[in-house]
């Protein structure tokens, strides 16, 4: 049997994307319980894992259809479970992430998700491609968490995060926007083709 069949369900990208899911629990606990430093390599550990999932896929041939939903499952949930958390002060010091944004990050992945199944079921489309706005909104998110945590971990305020904060902010907005758009697009095409 061909260990590298693009079907095969158990393989090193679906590990890694599984992996991710496993570690959210695991950062929860290192940020509730006041230990910086272990959320930050776990975060570290995570976003390499992330990296790992689609490298494999293509060096390796190992795409599948569980691995195009555990792939952004595991960015999502592990993102969420991070923002939510970064957002808490009691749980965080002496850097915070602010609700507004948190609100904004969270309300976006939601609209994507419900707009995602709404056409799934209307028209059927099954591929939602990222859109470049999409894509810079999520290495500022990320960035931003990444920050936080880092300075976090040193003990120390970082003030300039606000910027960060912001501009994941605005990307975030201007990308639910786009997101929306494209959707409305899709669904316009599919009536006048019926």
Same mark, same amino acid.
């Given at each position: 049997? %061909?260990? %590298?069949?693009?079907?095969?369900?158990?393989? +090193?990208?679906?590990?890694?994307?599984?992996?991710?899911?496993?570690?959210?629990?695991?950062?929860?606990?290192?940020? +509730?319980?006041?230990?910086?430093?272990?959320?930050?390599?776990?975060?570290?550990?995570?976003?390499?894992?992330?990296?790992?999932?689609?490298?494999?896929?293509?060096?390796?041939?190992?795409?599948?259809?569980?691995?195009?939903? #555990? &792939?952004?499952?595991? &960015?999502?949930?592990?993102? *969420?479970?991070?923002?939510? *958390? !970064? *957002?808490?002060? /009691?749980?965080?010091?002496? %850097?915070? #992430?602010? !609700?507004?944004?948190?609100?904004?990050?969270?309300?976006?992945?939601? !609209?994507?998700?419900?707009?995602?199944?709404?056409?799934? !079921?209307?028209?059927?489309?099954?591929?939602?491609?990222?859109?470049? *706005?999409?894509?810079?909104?999520?290495?500022?998110? @990320?960035? /931003?968490?990444?920050?936080?945590?880092?300075? %976090?971990?040193?003990?120390? =305020?970082?003030? @300039?995060?606000?910027?960060?904060?912001? +501009?994941?902010?605005?990307?975030? $907005? $201007?990308?639910?926007? =786009?997101?929306?758009?494209?959707?409305?697009?899709?669904?316009?095409?599919?009536?006048?083709?019926?």
């Amino acid at each position: 049997m %061909n260990e %590298n069949r693009p079907d095969r369900i158990f393989n +090193i990208p679906n590990f890694f994307s599984l992996s991710r899911v496993i570690l959210v629990p695991v950062f929860l606990y290192a940020v +509730i319980n006041g230990r910086p430093q272990m959320a930050f390599i776990i975060f570290l550990v995570s976003a390499t894992t992330d990296f790992l999932d689609g490298a494999s896929a293509r060096l390796f041939n190992q795409k599948t259809k569980l691995g195009a939903l #555990l &792939d952004p499952f595991g &960015d999502k949930v592990f993102m *969420t479970g991070a923002y939510i *958390t !970064l *957002t808490i002060p /009691s749980l965080n010091s002496p %850097n915070v #992430l602010p !609700l507004w944004l948190t609100a904004i990050v969270i309300g976006r992945d939601v !609209l994507i998700v419900g707009g995602a199944i709404v056409l799934y !079921l209307l028209i059927h489309v099954k591929s939602f491609p990222p859109t470049l *706005t999409g894509k810079s909104s999520t290495v500022w998110q @990320f960035l /931003s968490l990444l920050l936080v945590l880092l300075f %976090n971990m040193l003990g120390k =305020e970082a003030g @300039f995060l606000f910027w960060f904060y912001i +501009i994941a902010g605005i990307l975030t $907005i $201007i990308s639910g926007y =786009e997101y929306v758009q494209r959707g409305r697009e899709w669904f316009r095409s599919s009536r006048k083709e019926d």
